[in-house]
């Protein structure tokens, strides 16, 4: 949670001059609308701070319960801690500004962070979102790609190289009689191995529906060309790969 809430602090417009009431009703937002959470208590809260480097205030369950009363109101109780009240969150979001919004867009990407286990996969997502949020979307789509594809070699190599190699064998269409390290997959075409992976019934026929998808929109944005890549595109792309790969199978 330290990387994602350094992002959203940095991404706040003149954020050192605001004051500490001020950051914890966005703090409050980026738990409840950032990361996704159904509330956000005054430890929680607090962390914020702390992770950020910020002096902790005084009395931040103190602070929370009086924006029950203000007039208006800023919070609601939930589910034992506090939310937005909604013309606070909307405030909120208009107060952060454009930059923001790809911010907010780009949440359930940090998300999906927090649910990879601490490694180089996990390392290497933060570094796609990363270039996401700086509005490298064809170099996001391109590296979520190979990640998803790195995870399905690893996946294969220890849990389904029998199949694989089985399928593999079958196939006429190529040369390669077998896998036996990482390496030998660079052998194969993209396409064939995805081919190759629903032969060996490694993948279900949705998920490689979906890789095939994927793989035309990598191809056109890892090559110059005049397409315009959309931020709703690069995060669909990178929400399909990680949850129906990088999450569902185990590595």
């Known amino acids: 949670m330290t990387d994602a809430v350094n992002r959203f602090y940095n991404s706040i417009e003149n954020a050192a001059s605001q004051s500490q009431s001020s950051l914890v009703e966005l703090f409050v937002y980026f738990l409840t609308v950032e990361a996704?959470?159904?509330?956000?208590?005054?430890?929680?809260?607090?962390?914020?701070?702390?992770?950020?480097?910020?002096?902790?205030?005084?009395?931040?369950?103190?602070?929370?319960?009086e924006g029950l009363t203000s007039k208006p109101a800023k919070y609601i109780k939930a589910n034992g801690g506090y939310r937005l009240q909604r013309h606070m969150r909307e405030a909120l979001s208009k107060k952060l500004g454009a930059e923001q919004v790809t911010a907010q867009t780009s949440a359930t990407l940090r998300g999906l962070e927090h649910n990879i286990p601490e490694g180089g996969a996990k390392d290497f997502l933060k570094e796609t979102i990363d270039c996401?949020?700086?509005?490298?979307?064809?170099?996001?789509?391109?590296?979520?790609?190979?990640?998803?594809?790195?995870?399905?070699?690893?996946?294969?190599?220890n849990h389904k190289l029998i199949e694989f190699n089985a399928a593999l064998t079958k196939d006429k269409?190529?040369?390669?009689?077998?896998?036996?390290q990482r390496d030998d997959f660079t052998e194969l075409k993209e396409t064939k191995f995805i081919e190759l992976c629903r032969?060996?019934?490694?993948?279900?026929?949705?998920?490689?529906?979906?890789?095939?998808?994927?793989?035309?929109?990598?191809?056109?944005?890892?090559?110059?060309?005049?397409?315009?890549?959309?931020?709703?595109?690069?995060?669909?792309?990178?929400?399909?790969?990680?949850?129906n790969v990088v999450l569902k199978y185990e590595a």
């Open 199 to 243: 032969a060996a019934k490694i993948i279900s026929n949705d998920v490689r529906k979906i890789l095939d998808t994927c793989l035309g929109i990598r191809n056109s944005c890892a090559h110059p060309s005049g397409i315009t890549v959309k931020n709703t595109k690069v995060i669909a792309f990178v929400e399909d790969l990680v949850e």
């Open 132 to 157: 996401f949020e700086a509005g490298a979307n064809r170099a996001t789509i391109t590296m979520a790609w190979i990640l998803a594809v790195d995870h399905l070699f690893a996946h294969i190599l």
């Open 173 to 180: 269409g190529v040369k390669l009689s077998a896998i036996a």
């Open 36 to 65: 996704g959470q159904d509330c956000a208590t005054p430890k929680q809260v607090g962390d914020c701070f702390t992770s950020c480097d910020l002096v902790v205030p005084r009395n931040v369950g103190a602070r929370l319960s």
